[in-house]
């Protein structure tokens, strides 16, 4: 952990740059190159620290991955071939990692215990296994279940018909793939719809469902089949310069290969609603998950209401629209975002903290937070609490602020954007 001493004296942003792989996309591409028989060739995967923690679980457990730059190869039997691996799997900071793995291990032959870091051991587990175990999984843990580091016995599995109780990708997707394995017809019902890319590459790796409004259902013992997979650029990544460029002055940044899938793209729709100065240019390249360039130029902004179905489509920007509030003109209200409180930190208090410390007027609600603009922000010292999101909410903070800006860490932004400095170097000038 080592500090990070921001001094930018307010630049303005100016150029393009290229977003890195889609962390979701990521991790499922190995996941599933990994389920399925045959080869998978990945482009643009992105070599963020969590990704890394996937590569290294499937690898434990036999599975041949060559990473060459972005581009990933698997080669796999499939499932039966796994070995049962002799150490424990390690899945570091990464919530999808872990939760995903659960559904996937609990349908395969073998014996394993997975663990993750400090972060991963506070973080509820239960509202994977309680379904899992419905299924028929065997899985163990501390607090019955609910923390790592949990252990998981391969077995037969019966499908289920499972209402979600919380809008969370993660659940649905470690259910669709023990459902993968299991007899029966799994069937996910979802009243929030959260981000579909398990479903979608489902699809892709040849499996057949059905999604009718926010019901999935398919058969279980499908076989997979390795295909390639192009990752689209990740766009709680282009999040944070879409935000720094609507708040430097005279800025203009084109960002290229978004991720637009409609199910992740509510920052979209809260940047236009506050006015911002954005033009969205789609793509056609990408046949499974679409993309687009973004333009965004310095704006004039107010403020608005987040809430309601929007906020699966933008939970992980939800601190960097903080930041953004701060610069609009009038009030932002955010609120149902309790999910904020059980991601890698407790995002609410986190980052009304950090932000106070930089003299934003924001308060922190049940649910969310209330935050009044525009505010001139001042340097500060402040906490990431090994946050990617939260150290990078700060870096760009550091944009505007008279006065430097210190991170305690800025290591933990190469979670999900180790290419994150660097591309603040290319634009700012
Ligand atoms: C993710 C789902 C979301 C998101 C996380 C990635 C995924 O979590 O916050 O960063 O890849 O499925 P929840 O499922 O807990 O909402």
Redesign the pocket.
Same mark, same amino acid.
């Given at each position: 952990m080592s500090e990070k001493v921001l001094q930018y004296h307010k630049p303005s942003l100016q150029g393009h740059l290229t977003i890195p792989g889609d962390? $979701?996309v990521s991790?499922r591409s190995v996941m599933f190159g990994a389920i399925a028989t045959g080869k998978t060739t990945v482009d643009g995967f992105l070599l963020g620290e969590d990704c890394l923690s996937t590569i290294d679980c499937f690898r434990k457990l036999g599975v041949k991955i060559d990473v060459d730059g972005t581009n990933v190869t698997i080669e796999s039997a499939g499932m039966e071939a796994w070995q049962e691996p002799s150490e424990v799997l390690y899945t570091g900071n990464s919530?999808?990692t872990t939760r995903l793995m659960l559904g996937i291990l609990a349908g395969s032959n073998v014996h394993s215990v997975m663990t993750g870091d400090a972060s991963i051991g506070k973080r509820p587990m239960r509202r994977v296994i309680d379904p899992l175990r419905q299924m028929g999984a065997h899985i163990t843990g501390r607090a019955d279940g609910q923390y790592t580091p949990l252990a998981i016995q391969g077995s037969t599995l019966q499908a289920i018909d499972y209402q979600m109780p919380v809008?969370?990708?993660?659940?649905k $997707?470690a259910i669709l793939l023990a459902g993968l394995r299991a007899q029966g017809t799994t069937v996910v019902r979802e009243t929030e719809i959260?981000?579909d890319?398990t479903e979608r590459m489902l699809r892709q790796f040849g499996a057949q469902l059905t999604v009718e409004e926010g019901v999935i259902s398919f058969e279980g013992g499908q076989t997979l089949l390795g295909t390639h997979v192009s990752v689209p650029g990740d766009i709680s990544s282009a999040a944070f310069f879409l935000v720094a460029g609507a708040i430097c002055q005279d800025s203009k940044v084109v960002l290229e290969n978004v991720g637009i899938n409609p199910t992740r793209d509510g920052v979209i729709e809260v940047l236009r609603n506050m006015g911002a100065s954005m033009t969205v240019v789609p793509n056609e390249d990408n046949q499974f998950e679409p993309t687009a360039t973004i333009t965004i130029e310095t704006s004039t902004l107010k403020g608005t209401i987040i809430e309601g179905d929007i906020i699966?489509r933008l939970?992980?920007e939800i601190p960097i629209l903080a930041l953004l509030a701060t610069q609009a003109h009038g009030t932002t209200i955010i609120k149902d975002a309790e999910?904020l409180k059980v991601?890698e930190t407790d995002r609410i208090t986190a980052v009304v903290d950090e932000l106070q410390k930089l003299g934003a007027r924001i308060e922190a609600t049940k649910d969310g937070m209330v935050i009044e603009g525009p505010t001139p922000l001042q340097g500060a010292s402040l906490k990431t609490y090994g946050d990617h999101r939260i150290g990078m909410m700060g870096a760009v903070a550091a944009l505007i602020t008279n006065g430097a800006v210190t991170l305690d860490d800025a290591e933990c932004i190469a979670v999900s954007y180790p290419s994150f400095f660097e591309h603040v170097e290319a634009v700012k000038k």
């Open positions: 962390k $979701s991790h919530g999808t809008a969370s990708a993660q659940v $997707s959260s981000r890319h699966p939970i992980d999910e991601k």
